[in-house]
């Protein structure tokens, strides 16, 4: 019998620490790990976030994530996910194709998500200001979800944390 894989939607404003957090839960679960910024540099699209850019990445992204799930494979989605909408397309393939899916909400306080922006990151090219408009235009999850605050432990211990309460 082939392995069911799982779905983990880790969302969460610029500079929360969903990144780190999702490289380390993907290597905990031996699973893969997506993300909409990596994916956005692989599809020569960064520096352009009109809605035809965010949408293509979304796209490859949720392409990506059925491909794998189909292979009975983990996957840990991060992006900002910060529209219902976009998380919903997520859901709903985990749904369709009948995986056991978590969300995973990232949170940092503002003077910790101040200072990590102003560290330049290889991935992310957000700024304060971005941070700002996002979280104007945060729209909260309606979903079960776990919260997590990455302000005070490493993203090793908090997946540690994390997987010693869902698995």
């Known amino acids: 019998m082939q392995r069911t894989g799982r779905l983990f939607l880790v969302m969460g404003l610029p500079a929360s620490g969903k990144t780190s957090f999702a490289r380390a839960l993907a290597a905990a679960l031996d699973g893969v790990h997506l993300s909409s910024d990596a994916i956005r540099a692989e599809l020569a699209r960064r520096g352009t976030y009109q809605d035809a850019d965010k949408e293509a990445v979304y796209a490859e992204m949720l392409r990506r994530t059925a491909q794998v799930l189909s292979e009975g494979r983990d996957v840990v989605a ?90």
């Open 78 to 167: 991060d992006a900002t996910f910060h529209r219902q909408a976009r998380r919903a397309l997520f859901l709903n393939l985990a749904k369709a194709q009948e995986v056991p899916y978590r969300l995973i909400e990232i949170r940092a306080s503002e003077a910790t998500t101040r200072q990590r922006l102003q560290v330049p990151r290889p991935d992310s090219e957000a700024t304060w200001a971005v941070y700002l408009l996002l979280k104007k235009e945060w729209e909260p999850p309606t979903e079960p979800h776990e919260v997590l605050y990455t302000d005070h432990a490493t993203p090793e211990e908090l997946v540690e944390g994390y997987l010693g309460e869902v698995l």
